[in-house]
């Protein structure tokens, strides 16, 4: 095993790096927008065309081909050096893509962008070891091979499950409530691990984190109106939340 992953350490080293890409320019979608508009401008164009709205997701559909190559070259290109040569070369224009994207601007957005991509390569780095699992089993031509594979099946069963219907290990809280005074209103805001109605009793009396005029279902963080009156009658207040499936 060990100089099969050093025979082929740089095929490896090409996956991984394609899939860190990937997944790093997907999380940046929330300033591909930007992108266009930044590109658009500095090709001295007053707005964005049709074609440069779409680059983004054009770069991004290119990445994921481009780590289907990667997985290719480890798998098929035993010993041949020229797609590893062309792999690397355009691996590395899009890394250095990326850092100059983070430095003229997205920068202030890594706050959103890191988490959705370090959430993503963690996924996808456990469909990785369950596909090793599976199809190379440590342990072969025995029962135990079979009961890894049966526990790799229901391990994947249980993860689609999990995100396909949302469910979560405990509801909770995630940060206390806060309340602010606003002209003749307390505003109570608070949050929970999932998205979820949630209301404040107050002497008795139910006040919805709403919407106009709808109760709102798909928030984590919720901010409900309280009349001043009542909260200073009540002295005590309860914040409640219930997930909706």
Not at 134 to 161: D, G, R, T
């Amino acid at each position: 095993m060990q100089a099969t992953i050093q025979k082929n350490l740089w095929s490896i080293i090409l996956a991984f790096w394609a899939l860190v890409i990937s997944l790093f320019w997907f999380a940046m979608r929330v300033i591909w927008s930007g992108i266009s508009k930044v590109i658009s401008e500095f090709a001295g164009a007053s707005e964005p065309s049709t074609f440069m709205l779409n680059l983004p997701l054009f770069i991004t559909i290119f990445l994921w081909i481009l780590f289907a190559a990667t997985v290719a070259n480890l798998l098929c290109a035993k010993g041949k050096k020229w797609p590893k040569i062309t792999l690397t070369a355009l691996l590395g224009v899009f890394t250095v893509a990326c850092v100059v994207v983070v430095v003229m601007g997205a920068i202030d957005y890594l706050y959103f962008i890191i988490p959705k991509f370090l959430y993503s390569l963690l996924v996808s780095m456990g469909i990785v070891a369950f596909a090793l699992l599976l199809f190379f089993p440590p342990v072969k031509n025995c029962k135990c091979s079979n009961a890894l594979k049966w526990a790799c099946v229901a391990l994947a069963i249980l993860i689609c499950v999990y995100f396909g219907y949302g469910i979560s290990f405990g509801s909770r809280f995630t940060h206390e409530a806060v309340v602010y005074a606003v002209e003749d209103t307390y505003q109570i805001v608070f949050s929970t691990n999932h998205a979820a109605t949630a209301w404040v009793e107050v002497g008795g009396e139910k006040y919805y984190d709403l919407f106009a005029g709808s109760m709102k279902s798909e928030d984590t963080v919720h901010k409900i109106v309280v009349p001043q009156e009542k909260l200073d009658q009540a002295k005590a207040y309860s914040i409640h939340a219930e997930k909706m499936m």
